[in-house]
């Protein structure tokens, strides 16, 4: 019991210690702003986001964490990225339903709108056409490279016809 009697007199001396010293040297002057580090990496603000770009962010540290400005700006971008292309989603769902059930009109106005929301880049694009190619012509065979006997063996194209004119201008 003198023990624990003992203890609680302890705290309490420094504790009042504590204080005086407080108010004798000016005060606690408390958390100073938090400067930032310049690491931060945010997400980019000129195209749509890919699923890379969360990986890739970075925030600036502070005394207690990170920078919440920095936190609170990326957490609306994901929001408003995350909405657009769920919006985007509805509209092309909507234009697949409407050709299964052979409304071409509405299916035609809702490219078109899909393809102004894309911005004016995309819009006036044409789109590439894919052809399907059976089978390689001859010209357009690529030959393989000989595989070397040894790997001290390897030499590439350029170095064969290095060595062969070499070889023409001594005979």
């Known amino acids: 019991m003198n023990i624990l009697l003992l203890l609680v007199i302890a705290v309490t001396v420094g504790a009042v210690v504590f204080g005086v010293m407080t108010l004798v040297t000016g005060g606690d002057p408390g958390l100073r702003p938090a400067e930032p580090d310049t690491r931060a ?98 010209e357009v065979a690529v030959e393989e490279p000989e595989e070397p006997d040894h790997e001290t063996d390897a030499v590439t194209p350029a170095e064969r016809a290095k060595s062969a004119g070499a070889s023409e201008s001594v005979s």
């Open 41 to 138: 990496r945010p997400l980019p603000s000129d195209r749509p986001l890919a699923e890379g770009d969360v990986g890739r962010v970075t925030f600036d540290t502070a005394w207690r964490g990170y920078r919440m400005d920095q936190i609170d700006q990326t957490l609306r971008r994901l929001a408003y990225d995350i909405g657009y292309k769920s919006e985007l989603i509805e509209v092309l769902e909507a234009e697949i339903n409407a050709l299964r059930d052979g409304r071409l009109e509405d299916a035609e106005t809702l490219a078109r709108t899909r393809a102004a929301a894309l911005g004016p880049r995309l819009a006036t694009e044409p789109q590439p056409q894919i052809e399907l190619v059976t089978a390689v012509p001859p």
